[in-house]
């Protein structure tokens, strides 16, 4: 099967996995696990950041940040196709008990103007602008990548303003490496940071948050409160550490494997559109958008697995578990198929 629907569809490799059998753990609630402890430094020192701290998702990473950063009643500023809004489950609301300005921008992305006009003045009508969250690369935005002049732009507006700066870097690593602008450099922009290890990176669990001391120990806090107090973690992080060591460069090899689908895709006559390509997501959107759900069953008859993103588009993510064959025997089926 080529499955095409998530980066997060990876499996552990056997180096991977013999890694994790060894790694030596310990009770991680007492921070007394080795392989976390290591996990947690080295993606501290990666960023040059402070601190790192081992959750068990992405969502529970940015739910936590959210948490430590903004109080109830409290306003983030973020887009309207944010993951923190759109796909953890109401957990602003839920968990914090925080209010969102949505805003409709271009592949996901804010702007330095959007953040100006939104962020709230002092008046009592209006809830205090706590944060604002940015997610690159955009998942809704087909995997865009931010400008970074943009961001330093609204950083330097932030900190200006005494405002927060999230990042919901899921795939950052896929923005950097295709950029060029290197992770310290991103770090010294955002208070805090996600990052996912389960994605492209091809770890089985777990997602780092990082940021400053004092953020990070109030994070561990508001993890545990969250139920996400692991204690013999270390097996899993052992595969996260190993992702972050060995699978960053070749999230290249994914960029090149969808542009390739994004250029068949765009000769097909019965796709109207392709999401201009940044990184490792490409999103099409069909001629005829009641043929969405036709063209997934045509696919899984050639055991290929895609998702439907929205009426009338497709999904494709390419990943560690897709080889430049898999994409050489998907571009034939998809040139045969007839629609
Ligand atoms: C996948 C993802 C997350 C985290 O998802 P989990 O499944 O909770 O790990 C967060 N933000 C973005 C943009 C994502 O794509």
């Not at 552990?12 to 007492?30: E, I, N, R, W, Y």
């Not at 205090?128 to 961001?151: C, H, K, P």
């Amino acid at each position: 099967m080529i499955d095409f629907r998530s980066d997060t569809v990876t499996k552990p490799t056997a180096a991977m996995k013999d890694v994790m059998l060894s790694a030596p753990v310990g009770d991680d609630v007492f921070c007394e696990d080795p392989t976390v402890n290591e996990l947690e430094t080295f993606a501290a020192d990666m960023f040059g950041m402070e601190k790192a701290l081992y959750c068990s998702s992405g969502t529970q990473t940015n739910q936590i940040a959210i948490n430590v950063h903004v109080q109830p009643g409290g306003e983030i500023i973020t887009n309207m196709e944010s993951h923190i809004y759109k796909y953890e489950g109401g957990g602003i609301a839920k968990n914090t008990g925080a209010s969102v300005r949505l805003i409709h921008g271009n592949r996901g992305r804010l702007t330095i103007d959007d953040v100006k006009e939104w962020i709230n003045p002092d008046d009592v009508h209006f809830p205090v602008t706590q944060l604002v969250s940015l997610e690159d690369t955009s998942n809704r935005g087909g995997g865009a990548i931010y400008d970074f002049e943009e961001i330093k732009k609204i950083s330097a507006f932030c900190k200006a303003n005494r405002l927060p700066l999230h990042l919901d870097g899921a795939r950052l690593m896929n923005a950097m490496v295709e950029n060029g602008v290197g992770i310290k450099e991103y770090a010294t922009q955002f208070d805090s940071i996600s990052l996912c290890l389960s994605k492209g990176l091809g770890a089985p669990v777990g997602s780092v948050l990082i940021g400053k001391e004092d953020f990070i120990n109030k994070s561990r806090r508001v993890r545990k409160v969250f139920g996400g107090g692991m204690r013999q973690a270390g097996i899993i992080a052992a595969g996260g550490l190993y992702a972050l060591k060995n699978n960053v460069i070749r999230l290249k090899e994914d960029h090149v494997h969808a542009k390739a689908l994004e250029s068949t895709l765009n000769s097909l006559n019965w796709v109207k559109e392709v999401v201009p390509v940044d990184t490792n997501i490409v999103v099409a959107i069909l001629e005829d958008t009641s043929k969405r759900d036709n063209i997934l069953g045509e696919l899984a008859k050639y055991d290929i697995k895609i998702m439907a993103f929205g009426p009338g588009m497709l999904r494709f993510v390419t990943h560690l578990d897709i080889s430049g064959s898999d994409i050489d025997r998907t571009i034939d089926v998809l040139n045969k198929l007839t629609i």
